[in-house]
């Protein structure tokens, strides 16, 4: 089993930053890691993430270029810095890991079997 928990979010005006980390805890070995966002009345979506080995990283076209993740192994921590934010990105981040998520299927939320508890962005002037 994997525990996973969010933390770094909050309020931000327009044009501003945030970053949001991700702890891992239990045994996040080989396992696709990845950010979803969900806002009001919406579905979950895909914002960026790994593939299982690690060496791919992916971006949703609405926050390619504005949005980095990054990881620290040694630390079981995912990231994702959060720049020029806009209107459009408030929700709450969730966090995601899967054990036997495939690479067709990594923007999926079905393809997660670990979530952490989310953390809310919200983008307001």
């Known amino acids: 089993q994997v525990q996973l928990a969010e933390s770094g979010g909050g309020e931000v005006q327009p044009g501003g930053s945030l970053r949001l980390s991700c702890v891992a805890s239990g045994r996040p070995y080989a396992m696709a890691w990845a950010w979803f966002r969900q806002a009001p009345g919406k579905e979950r979506e895909y914002v960026a993430g790994?593939?299982?080995?690690?060496?791919?990283?992916y971006y949703s076209d609405a926050v390619k270029g504005r949005f980095t993740i990054s990881r620290d192994n040694a630390k079981n921590t995912m990231f994702l810095q959060m720049d020029s934010l806009e209107s459009t990105d408030a929700a709450v981040y969730y966090c995601a890991g899967g054990t036997r998520t495939i690479q067709s299927s990594l923007r999926r939320p079905d393809a997660y079997e670990n979530w952490g508890q989310g953390t809310q962005v919200t983008v307001s002037s």
């Open positions: 790994f593939s299982r080995t690690g060496g791919y990283t």
